[in-house]
T-cell receptor, first 115, second 114 residues
């Protein structure tokens, strides 16, 4: 039973399109995250939600809009896709916002390719 | 700026050999430190973490890491690697309280020769 699941796993689309990636966790955690991993494997946080409330919003273009309908789900919608958006997007969850409460649990990633 | 640095982008070792992956951090005080592993096509999995206390921490899969404040380092070690250890390894750090941001190093790709 997958703890953090993301869909789709692969996404190939044209520039200018709008796409969404969905994430669900069944761990009962109250905090969820989106990370972006670029072609050089560098991982950078994009957003974090705690109990459906946005608590971290890094310098991300406003074409990216996260939505958390409940604390088990965190979706990422991307408008007007650009070539530079091509990356692997990882969803993660944790219990609490303070990292000394535990680890992050990651999904398997969603590989987005913009042509 | 607060950062985590992994000096080695790619390391190759023979199966059965010992392994050490380097990690340095630059923070004003000791952050919380982590090592994660990413197998091909998979998400990241926590290997071990250091918050305080004993500077040698044990993790899963036979890994350990040693925190050295004087060197601002948190190197990952394994006495004898297995072919299944081939993966990308990420050192990460976080500091302070409140909303947390886990900051990752650039990663070290580990290749195992048979």
């Amino acid at each position: 039973d997958t703890a953090v699941s993301q869909t789709p796993k692969y996404l190939v689309t044209q520039m200018g399109n709008d796409k969404s990636i969905k994430c669900e966790q069944n761990l009962g955690h109250d905090t969820m995250y989106w990370y972006k991993q670029d072609s050089k494997k560098f991982l950078k946080i994009m957003f974090s939600y705690n109990n459906k409330e946005l608590i971290i919003n890094e310098t991300v273009p406003n074409r990216f809009s996260p939505k958390s309908p409940d604390k088990a789900h965190l979706n990422l919608h991307i408008n007007s896709l650009e070539l530079g958006d091509s990356a692997v997007y990882f969803c993660a969850s944790s219990q609490g916002t303070s990292m000394n409460t535990g680890e992050l649990f990651f999904g398997e990633g969603s590989r987005l390719t913009v042509l | 700026a607060q950062s985590v640095t992994q000096p080695d982008i790619h390391i190759t070792v023979s199966e059965g050999a010992s392994l050490e992956l380097r990690c340095n951090y630059s923070y004003g005080a000791t952050p919380y430190l982590f090592w994660y592993v990413q197998s091909p096509g998979q998400g990241l999995q926590l290997l071990l973490k250091y918050f305080s206390g004993d500077t040698l921490v044990q993790g899963i899969k036979g890994f350990e890491a040693e925190f050295k404040r004087s060197q601002s380092s948190f190197n990952l070690r394994k006495p004898s690697v297995h072919w299944s250890d081939a993966a990308e390894y990420f050192c990460a750090a976080i500091k302070g309280t409140g909303a947390q941001k886990l900051v990752f190093g650039q990663g070290t790709r580990l290749t195992i020769n048979p």
